[in-house]
């Protein structure tokens, strides 16, 4: 079930939101509108999208922002395009043409070989123009101000990379090729470094034309709401209902519950995973806390409970 309020109401009930982010609008965008929408401050998201890319962003609101730093952590699907041939100042299309090298030696093999030497753990550069801190400040800002950071690479997992379709674009300058891809990857992996590394591994250039966030962790486009239609019909997943698909569920006798809430250990192997958290709830179905096993024990992430 969902839980609704009107526009007019002071606040939301505590829960998710998500949000089929539209071309054009960054992610603080969407948080300010959901803000007027929910009538209250205390919103955030899971997982910034660029201002090009649309699709799947989880919007906290109230107690469920306490959420969002876990469900950044997880795996995220897309559908993308990339353009070989041509590289730009962002790897994406908001960023001026810097090289035109051509597609024209391009050939089906090679993408295949290129694609799954990119597939797997791999060692990713984030673009220069990324929020990545870098003495202090942001990348993208320092690489605007002409003083482009040398970035590390990072590791990342690429768990799906297929090319889908090969398109030669009519309305497009130069030999250019056009590539369909899905894309199912790990936290903090950049699908326009995906593009730009492709390009060079096969001796060319290549940029992201266009991003589509179709999953985020267990959350899915189907499920998520314009902002036309957010306006129209204000609804919010409840916290428990939130958790409940996002994270393994452990239900606690009321004793247990009480120890939790009160920032209580529980014994070791008594979570249903040990790897990242789970979602404990107390015999009436409310949400107590996220918990996770560390050194044999189990301890509160965040506790929800007044």
Not at 52 to 67: N, S, Y
Not at 106 to 121: F, K, M, N, R
Not at 154 to 164: A, L, Q, S
């Amino acid at each position: 079930m969902t839980a609704s309020a009107a526009p007019g109401r002071p606040a939301a009930p505590s829960g998710l939101v998500l949000v089929d982010k539209p071309a054009g609008m960054t992610s603080h965008d969407v948080v300010a509108r959901i803000r007027r929408l929910a009538g209250t401050r205390k919103v955030g998201h899971a997982g910034t999208l660029d201002p090009m890319a649309t699709g799947v962003l989880v919007v906290g609101i109230e107690k469920a922002t306490r959420l969002l730093g876990h469900l950044t952590l997880a795996d995220k699907q897309y559908l993308a395009t990339i353009r070989l041939g041509q590289a730009t100042s962002t790897d994406d299309a908001e960023g001026e043409i810097t090289a035109a090298p051509g597609a024209g030696r391009v050939t089906q093999d090679g993408i295949a070989a290129a694609v799954e030497a990119l597939t797997g753990p791999i060692e990713q550069v984030p673009p220069g123009i990324s929020a990545i801190k870098v003495g202090g400040q942001r990348a993208y800002k320092l690489t605007r101000d002409g003083q482009a950071p040398d970035l590390a690479a990072r590791p990342v997992t690429v768990h799906e990379f297929d090319i889908t379709a090969l398109v030669r674009p009519s309305d497009a300058d130069g030999d250019i090729l056009d590539l369909e891809a899905t894309v199912t990857c790990s936290s903090g992996t950049y699908v326009r470094a995906l593009a730009r590394d492709l390009g060079q591994a096969l001796g060319t250039a290549g940029h992201l034309t266009k991003l589509r966030r179709t999953r985020s962790g267990s959350y899915r486009i189907e499920d998520a709401r314009t902002l036309d239609e957010l306006a129209d019909a204000f609804t919010v997943t409840p916290l428990a209902e939130a958790a409940a698909a996002a994270f393994p569920r452990l239900d606690l006798t009321e004793q247990d519950a009480g120890r939790v809430a009160h920032g209580g250990r529980l014994p070791a192997a008594t979570l249903p995973t040990t790897d990242g958290p789970a979602a404990v709830f107390g015999p009436d179905g409310s949400l107590i806390a996220l918990m996770q096993e560390e050194d044999g024990r189990t301890r509160p992430l965040a506790v929800f409970v007044p």
